[in-house]
């Protein structure tokens, strides 16, 4: 104990490890996974254990999923449930809607399936290792395994590659000729391994052709590899080439390294994946072609090289935002290793630095998953170890999917969003089908599951629980994303040609989805609030009912941004005013009894009023319906609902709840979610991390649990929203600064109107802040102490909340406030 607070308050305050926010670190090998370490490039993942006689690191490739494209008209039984459904609602029985209700299902979601594992021996007859030490730099995006065995040093690094689409791993030893190890690869799919060359090996074979859902105990094979007319998954290969000094051979268990001291070992895999509507047996794309081009690109460059280019592209996205918290004199917290760091700071150390080291481990893994030209992010990002993973490590649009993407934009990722739209617009075209053979409706109707091939009816196969899955507002929320990439970018090509039409579609299911109730308001029916259930005025508990407020916010906030939008791309006038007098007849917000936000069409009580979601919140974030600025009444009933539900909640309802306490300007109350979400998971020892507790893992994944990656998103999020927001049209400076948040800087976020931004704060003040505008908007301002701009005449006027100051911007000029 003496030794390391010598070691704390001495050593490393020189080597500048105190403030460290860019590096996880450990004193031992991973024992589970969830103490892994993830590398990726957006397509290839990697989980790093850092072993050092068998290392294993898992493998994933994010095309890599089991089923084919979605076969439609899966219930044609639908439609005539939907009235029957409607009628019972009307007639206030809701258990008999509830069970109409399944009738309206279709098909499960298929599943993100893990890819294989790469093992490495490496026989040091019993020695123990001295000096271990393993690390995940998220400044470079590298890990590095290093130990000392019998005076040898021996350091294994891995990165995956955006360039060069491959994984690169390199082993030292520091004395020559005692590098000897042996590298095997296995699947939990079915597989086969071959050799390529003498330094060259390929494992392949099929992915399943479906996989039930983890919770689906009903059929007789969950995990079919083939089925009666002979089709199969997709299609995968991963080759494994060793290259360096020592001897190198091959066979079928793998290849041999002996007596080297410096060997690259790459990895480059593809599937047949060849897009959401092909399918991927018979029409796939050519695997192996491809995964033998990246890797025979790559072989030729040497490590510095490829390192040089993953660097200079790694770099040009993590490096656009910092973020600086003063820490406190004495942090002995932050020295220790990452797992004993979480610890210490779930026993209530304060550790700011473990803070900003999770907005940037966020950011990390945004940037490490979702890759322009890839798929989205899945409910586990692109790391997956399970067959039939939980909730099919799926796209979940209730919440999850939205989630990973808050904070893309804002955190100045804008391209990392890409994927996400690019799936929006897959979504729209199966999500007609659906829309028209499930409820012979128009537009695009997207449930609350969906997968790779854009699955997009209501999952459940008509056993479903109808809470999750009749839920069917996942085109109107989506489309939300598009709206928002504009509102940052400013690209209006984009909001013409993509975004407008995509929302326009949706708002067209919208418009036939909605009907009118007994007061000639427009409702929806049935209508869910994920994942709750009501108690209603007759005692009945249910969870079908009509006009949530979540649905109903919804679809305000798609007919509010279609307004906006037709106003910007001047064009579809008529389309714009029929929406606008729809959005006058939509069912309004109400606030209840106990004062909080309504949650359903009657001032009902909850079955769990504690439930983790609290998605009647809707218009407060990611909304814009609610604000203590605009609307200080629904937002006093929102606290008062945010109050009644608690902070308790698995790992997204933590985040959610950070964005919402940001959204209403109470920074401490966000802060005190910040560090819930930051809670060693399984409790305050921290010991028990795995599959009990919210917060977070060793390795700083989301605990759900299990592991899921939107928390981790939703906190980088809600961490911005505490800085900075835009979403009124008005950039809002330290809107939410938390007391524990005193002193500190950030650099590089964004705000809508395509505006970076910087600020510093001293002493829970704005000191100043920089604005570079990058297409000439009028920039509005609004910040809680008066405020100059250099070389300006502004004055800064007074408002309900601070003051706001606004200027004409110039393209390309950037401009320097000072605090008054
Ligand atoms: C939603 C949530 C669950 C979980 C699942 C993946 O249905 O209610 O908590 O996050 O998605």
Aim: aromatic share 10%; proline share 5%; glycine share 8%.
């Amino acid at each position: 104990m003496k030794n390391r607070l010598i070691f704390a308050l001495v050593i490393l305050p020189y080597i500048g490890f105190c403030q460290n926010d860019t590096k996880l670190w450990y004193k031992q090998p991973a024992k589970v996974w969830t103490e892994a370490l993830p590398v990726g490039n957006g397509r290839l993942g990697a989980m790093v254990f850092g072993r050092v006689s068998n290392e294993l690191i898992q493998l994933n490739e994010s095309t890599f999923w089991s089923g084919g494209p979605v076969k439609h008209n899966v219930n044609p039984n639908a439609y005539v449930n939907l009235g029957l459904t409607r009628e019972a609602l009307f007639a206030e029985n809701y258990s008999k809607a509830a069970a109409l209700a399944r009738k309206l299902q279709g098909v499960y979601s298929e599943s993100f399936e893990p890819l294989g594992d790469l093992m490495i021996t490496q026989d040091f007859k019993n020695a123990n290792p001295s000096a271990y030490y393993r690390d995940l730099n998220i400044a470079d995006a590298i890990s590095t395994t290093r130990f000392t065995i019998d005076g040898t040093e021996f350091i294994r690094q891995i990165f995956v590659s955006a360039p060069d689409q491959v994984i690169v791993m390199r082993f030292t030893a520091n004395k020559p000729g005692a590098l000897n190890f042996k590298v095997g690869t296995k699947s939990l799919i079915q597989y086969k391994n071959s050799v390529v060359s003498s330094n060259e090996v390929a494992m392949s074979g099929n992915a399943p052709l479906h996989a039930d859902p983890n919770y689906v105990k009903y059929n007789k094979d969950p995990l079919p590899y083939t089925d009666s007319m002979g089709h199969h998954g997709m299609r995968y290969i991963l080759l494994t080439k060793a290259i360096g000094d020592g001897k190198i051979s091959t066979d079928t268990s793998g290849i041999s390294v002996k007596d080297g001291s410096d060997v690259l070992l790459f990895l480059s895999a593809a599937t047949s994946y060849n897009g959401f509507d092909k399918l991927p047996d018979t029409d796939g794309k050519d695997e192996v072609k491809l995964a033998a081009a990246y890797l025979n690109a790559a072989v030729k460059k040497d490590w510095k090289t490829l390192f040089a280019a993953h660097q200079a592209d790694y770099h040009q996205y993590f490096n656009r935002v910092s973020f600086h918290l003063d820490v406190p004199a004495a942090n002995t917290n932050a020295v220790l290793p990452t797992n004993e760091r979480l610890i210490g700071y779930t026993r209530g150390a304060k550790d700011p630095a473990l803070e900003t080291m999770y907005y940037n481990y966020g950011r990390y893994l945004l940037i490490s998953s979702s890759r322009p030209g890839g798929v989205p992010a899945n409910l586990q990002g692109i790391w997956n170890n399970i067959v039939r993973p939980p909730w099919s490590s799926n796209y979940t649009t209730n919440i999850n999917v939205q989630m990973n993407y808050w904070p893309a934009e804002m955190a100045n990722l804008s391209e990392m969003h890409e994927p996400l739209l690019a799936f929006i617009k897959n979504l729209s075209v199966t999500g007609a089908v659906t829309a028209k053979e499930f409820y012979h409706a128009n537009g695009w109707a997207v449930h609350h599951n969906s997968d790779i091939w854009a699955l997009s009816n209501p999952v459940g196969d008509t056993k479903g629980d109808p809470k999750w899955a009749n839920w069917s507002m996942g085109s109107p929320w989506l489309s939300q994303h598009l709206w928002t990439h504009y509102e940052y970018t400013g690209d209006k090509k984009f909001l013409k040609e993509t975004a407008y039409p995509l929302m326009k579609g949706a708002a067209q299911f919208c418009l036939s989805w909605l009907v009118e109730d007994k007061n000639g308001q427009l409702v929806t029916a049935p209508a869910l609030s994920p994942e709750n259930d009501f108690i209603d005025d007759k005692g009945q508990k249910g969870s079908v009912s009509i006009a949530t407020t979540m649905d109903m916010s919804i679809i305000w906030d798609l007919f509010t941004n279609i307004i906006d939008a037709a106003n910007v791309l001047g064009n579809d006038n008529a389309f714009r005013d029929l929406i606008i007098a729809k959005r006058a007849k939509l069912f309004p917000l109400h606030i209840g009894k106990k004062g909080n936000l309504q949650e359903w069409y009657k001032d009902w009580e909850d079955v769990d009023p504690h439930h983790r979601h609290v998605s009647h919140l809707f218009g407060l974030h990611p909304g814009r319906e609610i604000s203590p600025i605009t609307t200080p009444d629904f937002a006093n009933a929102a606290k008062k609902t945010l109050e009644l539900r608690g902070d308790a909640g698995t790992g997204w309802s933590l985040a959610w709840k950070i964005n919402f306490w940001a959204r209403l300007l109470d920074g401490n109350h966000a802060y005190s979610l910040v560090r819930d979400l930051l809670h060693a998971a399984g409790g305050s020892a921290g010991e028990n991390y795995v599959g009990s507790g919210s917060g977070t893992y060793p390795n700083m994944f989301d605990a759900h649990p299990p592991f899921q990656i939107d928390g981790n998103f939703g906190g980088v999020s809600g961490m911005s929203e505490m800085l900075l927001q835009s979403h009124l049209g008005e950039i809002d400076l330290l809107p939410a600064l938390p007391d524990e948040w005193a002193t500190g800087s950030i650099k590089g976020l964004k705000a809508r109107g395509n505006f970076d931004i910087s600020i510093n704060w001293k002493d829970h003040k704005l000191v100043t802040a920089n604005i570079t505008s990058q297409i000439g908007e009028v920039c509005k301002l609004r910040t809680l102490v008066p405020i100059s701009v250099k070389g300006l005449a502004v004055t800064s006027k007074k408002s309900n909340i601070g003051y706001l100051t606004s200027f004409n911007t110039v393209k390309g000029k950037t401009y320097e406030l000072t605090a008054k």
